[in-house]
């Protein structure tokens, strides 16, 4: 069966400093894979998504940005971290063709002082 | 882009109650769930139902595609159902990747 992972689980960082998200997949091969992220109280937003190795949509103008290094990797980063960048991190995956469920993983809490 | 609504935004019912939540979308859809969100965060896939019906357990979803709502319904409910319920649609004709966007959610709190 299909597992995803993602660490850290919970994650505090100053204002300026970097970051790196991670995300990989289990038991699939050339999922679509994407980032969203969840202010407190609020719905989920689509960041990022990426449909194959080194190819990545942006769905949001911010101050983040993704890679996907591998086939079931995808990463989440930032040069210089916002207090705006505070938030609940998701990675989610779904098979690749065609209109298909997204299943999601633990989720990042990220916290910037 | 496409709207999602979910109502009622809040919700407190006694344990052994039944609930309906309602997700209306403006657009048709190729793609639409429905999620539990426990306290911990974790964002439990509940339902793929882009249009029909079905039921797991105490939990069943129906969604009006042509009148563009889905409906989800819990009997019986318990204390572990308390959280935050998502619908999350994909519309329709946008490419290779699903692309889902969230409504607001509904907070249930059950209660003993």
């Known amino acids: 069966s299909q597992t995803i992972h993602q660490w850290p689980a919970t994650l505090v960082q100053p204002v300026g400093s970097p970051l790196s998200l991670e995300c990989t997949v289990e038991g699939t091969s050339n999922p679509n894979l994407y980032w969203y992220r969840q202010a407190a109280g609020r719905g989920l937003q689509l960041l990022f998504y990426?449909?194959?190795?080194?190819?990545i949509s942006s769905e949001v103008p911010q101050n983040l940005s993704a890679s996907r290094p591998q086939d079931r990797q995808f990463i989440l980063s930032s040069k210089k971290l916002l207090l705006s960048d505070s938030g609940f991190y998701l990675c989610a995956w779904s098979v690749l063709w065609g209109s298909q469920p997204q299943h999601f993983g633990d989720g990042t809490r990220l916290s910037i002082l | 882009g496409i709207q999602v609504e979910q109502s009622p935004p809040d919700l407190i019912l006694q344990e052994g109650a039944n609930s309906t939540l309602r997700c209306n979308f403006s657009?048709?859809?190729?793609?639409l769930q429905w999620f539990h969100q426990n306290p911990w965060g974790q964002l439990i896939n509940l339902f793929y139902?882009?249009?029909g019906t079905k039921q797991n357990g105490r939990l069943s979803a129906t969604t009006v595609a042509t009148e563009r709502y889905s409906l989800l319904y819990i009997s019986s409910s318990q204390t572990t159902d308390s959280g935050v319920y998502f619908c999350?649609?994909?519309?329709?004709?946008?490419?290779?990747?699903?692309?889902?966007?969230f409504g607001t959610g509904t907070r249930l709190q059950v209660t003993l």
């Open positions: 139902i882009p249009s």
């Open positions: 999350a649609v994909d519309g329709a004709n946008t490419g290779t990747a699903s692309k889902l966007t």
């Open positions: 657009d048709s859809v190729n793609n």
């Open positions: 990426s449909v194959g190795i080194g190819q």
